[in-house]
């Protein structure tokens, strides 16, 4: 009995069977279970670890406040004041802030960052299960490659805290609109362009880290289906070139004006954003797992604490089983031009995420990534060698110097090794479960637990207790004033962007945790007296010892701010600190919801 198709379709470019909406149902409860420890306090307890999540939740809350308040979306005073903070040179996110207002004006912000760190993983995995589901008959196979993609290692590492990565969603429906646009060409280029330019904005304004490496991705495919297949460029051409104007003029129009403000608005930031060469992929890495994963054991833990990159950012974690079914479906298949082109790409790819040299073991070594792709000539009886090597080439070199490509973090480019492992599986397991005979089918099932049990997550996942001080359920602080929190926001404190953002926006804050122009903070706030003694007094120093020069910088930077309000909340040495506020302003603190106040401060004295 076939299949009966929904009267909804995606894009009109895949006709959803009923089982993409079990699919969807299976990926949105695995995310849920996997996160559970979260969602058992899901309004005191956020998935992951602290730190980036608070700048995260704080990201989420400016938005719906932005738009009652008429205020730009885009930039704002509220952090870092009063010079302010170039939301779109960081990655605030816009749209997915925007889309989930409701979420986060009725539930707060740890509960809307709950709900988009489960939904980044289930939504991702759904897209590519659509994206594989068009070239196997399967949908297992296409399930189980979705799977892959969508529950990664390298997911489970970036959802410690980094959700502009991991909503993934949108690059398999690009790459589908691409395959549609210079591959198939059934649909009228106006509606592909437009499409494909549309699914490219949303990304920009998700992320644009991801829409960089999805467009690394892209070219690298596109230029070996070129290369391996030139009698069919010209029969393509004039089409796919129509479908690429028309969505390059989709997204200037769409994202033009946000790309205007990020690099020509105020506090731009230029350059690159992290130290090259640092957040790679240590060749180890790919067969070493993480304490994310259930399966391992001490020593592998300890070889991978020494692995060049941070828990975060080093899950490119493959297995031996994965990687060398791997190999085997590309030799078994080697004959299909679908399975040559994702295996090459795939290759391609896995060695970009190596960066710059080769970190092996936690060592940095002074040998050029580049040196593996020479290899590549050598092999030309069997793969297209000068074409891998001039492409890869480019590619390496272009994200070592390029603007914008040398701010990717070649570690990150580990999303897309999965996405096509999963593409391979897909095809593997597609082959197996379409053989009439029970045992094939058997065979299918033992390989795809055999290969993805190493990569099964360690649960529970970790989620960490989100405690907001009571004064900032109701402050008396007034709209719109200047309050200055202690521990001084920076890259080390974090908390106090949550508290702010629990307070409904009510108060701007001289301190923060952003992207500003070099020279003026970088990701700490600009340099202050307030923000040193706060350090000092956090590690340990007696402000007794501090001289007075300090006090009275102090007290010059507080009213050169405007500041009504000083708190000081759950911080370490709190008592000195109190302590030195006090001589500060010369009065006592009232303490109130779990912080010491001094309100009423007159702005301009």
């Not at 925007?98 to 960052?113: C, K, Q, R």
């Not at 007296?529 to 102090?554: C, E, K, M, Y």
């Amino acid at each position: 009995m076939g299949r009966t198709a929904p009267p909804w379709s995606v894009v009109r470019l895949l006709p959803i069977p009923w089982g993409a909406l079990l699919a969807l149902i299976t990926y949105l409860g695995l995310a849920v279970l996997l996160f559970a420890q979260a969602w058992a306090h899901p309004f005191t307890s956020s998935v992951g670890y602290r730190g980036d999540a608070d700048i995260v939740m704080w990201f989420f809350s400016w938005p719906p406040f932005a738009l009652a308040h008429g205020l730009n979306p885009l930039f704002t005073t509220y952090l870092d004041y009063p010079a302010g903070v170039n939301l779109m040179s960081n990655t605030s996110m816009p749209l997915v802030g925007t889309a989930l207002s409701p979420v986060t004006s009725i539930f707060g912000p740890v509960f809307a960052y709950n709900t988009v760190e489960s939904l980044a993983l289930a939504l991702s995995a759904w897209s590519a299960y659509l994206m594989i589901r068009r070239y196997v008959a399967s949908d297992i196979a296409a399930g189980l490659g979705g799977l892959l993609y969508g529950f990664s290692p390298w997911m489970l590492g970036e959802s410690l805290g980094h959700p502009h990565v991991t909503i993934a969603f949108l690059p398999p429906l690009i790459f589908m609109a691409i395959d549609e646009g210079i591959i198939r060409q059934r649909r009228r280029p106006l509606a592909i362009g437009l499409l494909l330019g549309a699914l490219a904005a949303g990304q920009c304004l998700i992320g644009e880290e991801v829409l960089a490496m999805t467009a690394i991705v892209a070219l690298l495919t596109i230029g070996l289906l070129a290369g391996m297949h030139p009698d069919q460029v010209r029969v393509r051409r004039d089409h796919a070139l129509r479908v690429f104007l028309i969505a390059a003029l989709t997204f200037v129009l769409l994202v033009g004006p946000a790309l205007t403000f990020q690099f020509l608005g105020p506090q731009a930031v230029y350059g690159r954003a992290h130290g090259p060469n640092y957040w790679v992929s240590d060749l180890l890495g790919f067969i070493v797992p993480t304490k994310l994963q259930w399966l391992t054991l001490p020593p592998a833990l300890s070889l991978r604490d020494r692995l060049t990159g941070t828990l975060y950012e080093s899950s490119n974690y493959l297995g031996i089983p994965l990687i060398a079914l791997l190999l085997f479906i590309t030799r078994r298949l080697w004959s299909e031009t679908r399975v040559r082109i994702v295996a090459l790409v795939g290759l391609l790819v896995g060695m970009l995420s190596l960066g710059v040299t080769i970190h092996a073991a936690g060592r940095f070594t002074v040998v050029p990534v580049a040196v593996l792709a020479l290899a590549f000539p050598l092999l030309r009886r069997v793969l297209p060698g000068r074409l891998l090597l001039y492409e890869f080439l480019v590619a390496w070199a272009a994200m070592a110097q390029a603007p914008v490509l040398s701010n990717i973090l070649p570690v990150r480019l580990t999303l897309f090794v999965f996405l096509l492992a999963g593409v391979l599986l897909a095809f593997f397991v597609d082959h197996l479960v379409r053989a009439q005979a029970w045992r094939p089918r058997l065979l299918a099932a033992a390989v795809a637990i055999l290969v993805l049990a190493p990569l099964f997550p360690r649960v529970p996942y970790p989620a960490t207790p989100v405690d907001v001080p009571a004064f900032f359920a109701a402050p008396s602080i007034p709209d719109a004033s200047v309050a200055v929190i202690f521990p001084f926001v920076d890259s080390t404190q974090k908390a106090p962007l949550l508290w702010q953002a629990s307070s409904a926006m009510r108060f701007k804050m001289p301190e923060g945790y952003a992207y500003v122009p070099f020279g003026r903070g970088n990701v700490d706030p600009p340099p202050s007296a307030t923000h040193d003694a706060s350090l000092a007094i956090a590690s340990g120093l007696d402000p007794a010892s501090f001289p007075d020069g300090l006090r009275d910088q102090v007290q010059r930077e507080l009213k050169a701010w405007h500041v009504q309000t000083v708190i000081v909340g759950p911080m370490a040495n709190q008592a000195n600190m109190v302590a030195f506020i006090t001589r500060v302003l010369a009065r006592e603190p009232i303490q109130t919801g779990g912080v010491y106040a001094w309100e009423g401060l007159d702005p301009a004295h």
